[in-house]
């Protein structure tokens, strides 16, 4: 079992960064691929971000490659996404999850096993 503690959301200006968090207890995460998604109010989860076990492939959305990265410290079993020039239209609950197999990386919601509660995140205009 593994459970998801998501941090470090909060309000920011546009144009500004916010660093989350999401710490695992339970099992390890090693052997988890991880993603972040992302839910405004009013709209359907949507994919972030997504990282392999060992930390060596990542893949993210279009709407975030090159201001968005995610990574992972599996020593702390946590997994972060850093957040750069956010957009006010980039306000929701930040969901990060655990898809227990490690032979994909996916942006499905429903391929995923485990979440965390989510944080919120606003960006003010």
């Known amino acids: 079992q593994v459970q998801l503690v998501e941090s470090g959301g909060g309000l920011v200006q546009a144009g500004g960064s916010l660093r989350l968090s999401c710490a695992a207890s339970?099992?390890?995460?090693?052997?988890?691929?991880m993603g972040w998604f992302r839910q405004a109010p009013g709209k359907e989860r949507e994919f972030v971000a997504a990282?392999?076990?060992?930390?060596?492939?990542?893949y993210y959305a279009d709407s975030v490659k090159g201001r968005f990265t995610i990574s992972r410290d599996n020593a702390k079993n946590t997994v972060y996404l850093q957040m750069n020039s956010l957009k006010p239209e980039e306000t929701a609950v930040y969901y990060c999850?655990?898809?227990?197999?490690?032979?994909?990386?996916?942006?499905?919601?429903?391929?995923?096993?485990?979440w965390g509660q989510g944080t919120q995140v606003t960006v003010s205009s």
């Open positions: 999850a655990a898809d227990s197999d490690i032979r994909r990386v996916s942006s499905y919601t429903n391929e995923y096993d485990y």
């Open positions: 339970g099992r390890t995460l090693s052997r988890y691929t």
């Open positions: 990282i392999t076990w060992s930390g060596f492939s990542t």
